[in-house]
């Protein structure tokens, strides 16, 4: 079977920052722009972009989408002088309160319809195991740590911003013969734990940063096909490093 296609990922929209970035710099020295001016919209446009690109993924996805829209606008509006708003603060309160609430909050599993204990949400909060075919993943000062044991695995994206990450996958299984992970790292980074009867390929691109593949592959034993991961992104003044 051959690797599903997956969406652009994180990995176009930095890359589009990135270009931006170069533009505004070269209209600067051009004296058309004031660059400094410009790059104090850095952080409302990241949420923004972000949280688009979250709404587009529907599902449940789609809350943290709003919030980013609703981050972003705020930080422009506090920006631009056009409103006065205690932005930060308020971030911070509602970050507190949005991990007091995935930690306490009645979660039903999907394939039973029971509602979840207290040690399973807390373990699941914490990165506990996981059976899910593919995830989707943000950490921006912060980080996460996931193992997936399922057999259907399909790949998955992942961004950090100032943070890391810990993905085990050394139990788990591909859906077919390949996998792609989109991992894109802002000065942060992480580890991917595959089997060593995994194939890697790494084709990320390292900017002050590197994508490493530390794994040890072990030889075929007969014709049939092995499974393939395939990892990219953008390793911005980070790593990604792949090992067993």
């Known amino acids: 079977m051959a690797c ?10 930095f890359g589009l920052f990135v270009a931006a970035a170069g533009v505004v710099l070269l209209l600067d ?3 058309v722009l004031d660059a400094g001016k410009v790059f104090q919209y850095f952080w409302p446009t990241m949420c923004v972009t972000f949280g688009t690109i979250y709404l587009f993924q529907g599902g449940g996805r789609r809350m943290w ?3 980013l829209l609703v981050i972003g606008v705020l930080l422009a509006l506090d920006y631009s002088g056009a409103a006065h708003i205690p932005i930060w603060p308020l971030i911070i309160i509602a970050i507190g309160g949005l991990m007091m609430w995935q930690a306490i909050a009645p979660h039903t599993n999907p394939l039973t319809g029971n509602v979840a204990t207290w040690r399973e949400r807390i373990s699941r909060w914490g990165g506990g195991s996981s059976t899910d075919s593919d995830f989707n993943q943000v950490a921006i000062l912060g980080g996460f740590k996931r193992r997936f044991t399922g057999k259907n695995f399909r790949g998955g994206n992942i961004l950090t911003i100032c943070g890391g990450f810990d993905i085990d996958l050394r139990q788990a299984s591909i859906e077919g013969d390949a996998a792609v992970i989109d991992a894109t790292s802002v000065m942060g980074g992480g580890e991917i734990k595959v089997p ?12 002050m940063g590197a994508y490493v593949d530390e794994t040890n592959q072990i030889p075929p034993t007969d014709s049939s096909p092995r499974q393939h991961l395939v990892v990219k992104g953008i390793a911005f003044m980070g790593g990604v490093v792949v090992k067993n």
């Open 196 to 207: 060593s009867s995994w194939v890697v390929s790494i084709e990320g691109m390292g900017i």
């Open 65 to 67: 989408g709003g919030i």
């Open 4 to 13: 599903k296609p997956r969406s652009a990922g994180w990995s176009l929209a």
């Open 29 to 31: 020295q051009q004296g």
